[in-house]
């Protein structure tokens, strides 16, 4: 069974500062990794998507990286803004059948002013 | 464009009270998900669908029942609510593109997530 772990669970960081998000998952036979964004009281916005097939994804200040056979991803932020608040989790697409995700409980992010 | 919507966006219920949330894409997808989010157990799989007329198990799909009659829409039905199911509901919509090529399996599934319904259970 897929499980899916993001550490730190809650992560402060003053305004400015590059950071670095973690997620860890113990099956390597994935199809692809997301990360995805959820602000307080609203649903999820995906982020990036690295297919198992890639290294990493760049999308503006965020860049996802992805080493599958450590079962490992991260997802840096830089030059970190007060709007970047909020909870991000990261979802892996596991092979075997049932094609469906599997998330990480996720990082809440506060950036201070 | 409205995306994936979800309805109602609140609502309280009695135990033993039945009730269905709505999902609702016009982005024709073929996959559709609903998930449960509590705090601290993060989001959980309830039931999903492949396809209109398909719908499986997910991880946490006691008490509940979904149905996919037409592409766009699955709903998630509370036969007879427990106190337990007060959570916020999510749905969520994906096409799918699951492959083989050259020895290398990979897959496009770019979840699309509604706003959420916040359901309580008294």
């Known amino acids: 069974k897929q499980e899916v772990t993001q550490i730190p669970a809650a992560l402060s960081v003053p305004e400015g500062e590059n950071l670095v998000l973690n997620c860890s998952f113990t099956?390597?036979?994935?199809?692809?990794l997301q990360w995805f964004r959820q602000d307080p009281g609203k649903g999820l916005t995906s982020l990036l998507l690295?297919?198992?097939?890639?290294r990493e994804q760049t999308s503006g200040r965020l860049n996802a990286s992805l080493d599958k056979s450590s079962g490992r991803s991260t997802l840096y932020i830089a030059a970190s803004q007060p709007g970047d608040s909020a909870t991000y989790l990261c979802?892996?697409?596991?092979?075997?059948?049932?094609?469906?995700?599997?998330f990480g409980k996720g990082t809440k992010l506060t950036v201070n002013p | 464009n409205a995306g994936v919507t979800q309805t109602p966006k609140f609502r309280v219920l009695k135990t033993g009270q039945s009730m269905t949330l709505l999902c609702a894409q016009d982005m024709n997808h073929e996959y559709m998900y609903w998930y449960r989010q509590d705090p601290g157990m993060g989001l959980r799989l309830i039931h999903y669908s492949v396809g209109e007329g398909t719908t499986a198990k997910g991880e946490v799909p006691d008490g509940y029942n979904v149905s996919r009659l037409k592409k766009q829409n699955f709903l998630l039905g509370l036969e007879s609510a427990a106190p337990s199911q007060t959570s916020v509901y999510f749905c969520a919509s994906s096409y799918a593109d699951f492959g083989t090529v050259l020895g290398r399996t990979s897959g496009a599934n770019v979840l699309t997530f509604g706003a959420g319904s916040r359901l309580t259970v008294l």
């Open positions: 979802a892996v697409l596991t092979q075997g059948g049932s094609e469906k995700l599997v």
């Open positions: 690295i297919q198992s097939s890639q």
């Open positions: 099956d390597s036979a994935i199809y692809n």
